[in-house]
T-cell receptor, first 113, second 116 residues
Framework: GENVEQHPSTLSVQEGDSAVIKCTYS??????FPWYKQELGKRPQLIID?????GEKKDQRIAVTLNKTAKHFSLHITETQPEDSAVYFC????????????FGRGTSLIVHP | NAGVTQTPKFRILKIGQSMTLQCAQD?????MYWYRQDPGMGLKLIYY???????DKGEVPNGYNVSRSTTEDFPLRLELAAPSQTSVYFC???????????????FGPGTRLTVL
């Protein structure tokens, strides 16, 4: 099955700084890469996703980039705000005949005012 | 649409008791999943279903059971509750998650379970 590694596990930034979280995957056939945000005590929710036919997708202050050759994709948050503090998960779709998607272990982002 | 709903929101069980966590979705999604999330940890897949009548084990199925008699409902049964099952349980659904053509997973609000 798919192997997804997410780094860093914890990221602490000052308000206004940029934050970057990276995930690597193993199955070169994968072509859908979502990022989920989970605020404390809440459910994970999709914030942005990308398919393999594009290299970058942007939505206001967040962007996702994909490098299919190197098999990694990254979440970029610019001008961070305290409300960006949360746990962020990447995911990769099922592979090898499996129906099970694979989530990264999560990154705890802390934005200090 | 209500999306994915879960009941109850909170529950305290005594060791050895049983209960069913309810999950329902109104988006006509064929794929449904149960995850557990321990404090400060990621999501671990317990069971999943690719359609009514079809279920399969995930990463941590021991101590749990599921059924999927309709497209909408996917209850999770805990038999003989143990302290190790103290966790937050999330149900999720998606329309299509087959091979590399994955789609967004929609999560329910979660059930916080404590076993004492």
């Amino acid at each position: 099955g798919e192997n997804v590694e997410q780094h860093p596990s914890t990221l602490s930034v000052q308000e206004g700084d940029s934050a970057v979280i990276k995930c690597t995957y193993s199955d070169s056939a994968s072509n859908y890469f979502p990022w989920y945000k989970q605020e404390l005590g809440k459910r994970p929710q999709l914030i942005i996703d990308i398919r393999s036919n594009v290299g970058e997708k942007k939505d206001q202050r967040i962007a996702v980039t994909l490098n299919k050759t190197a098999k990694h994709f990254s979440l970029h948050i610019t001008e961070t705000q305290p409300e960006d503090s949360a746990v962020y998960f990447c995911a990769a779709p099922p592979s090898g005949g499996s129906y099970i998607p694979t989530f990264g272990r999560g990154t705890s982002l802390i934005v200090h005012p | 649409n209500a999306g994915v709903t879960q009941t109850p929101k909170f529950r305290i069980l005594k060791i050895g008791q049983s209960m069913t966590l309810q999950c329902a979705q109104d988006m006509n999604h064929n794929y449904m999943y149960w995850y557990r999330q321990d404090p400060g940890m990621g999501l671990k897949l317990i069971y999943y279903s690719v359609g009514a009548g079809i279920t399969d084990k995930g990463e941590v199925p021991n101590g749990y059971n599921v059924s999927r008699s309709t497209t909408e409902d996917f209850p999770l049964r805990l038999e003989l509750a143990a302290p190790s099952q103290t966790s937050v349980y999330f149900c999720a659904s998606s329309y299509l998650f087959e091979g590399p053509r994955g789609n967004e997973q929609f999560f329910g609000p979660g059930t916080r379970l404590t076993v004492l």
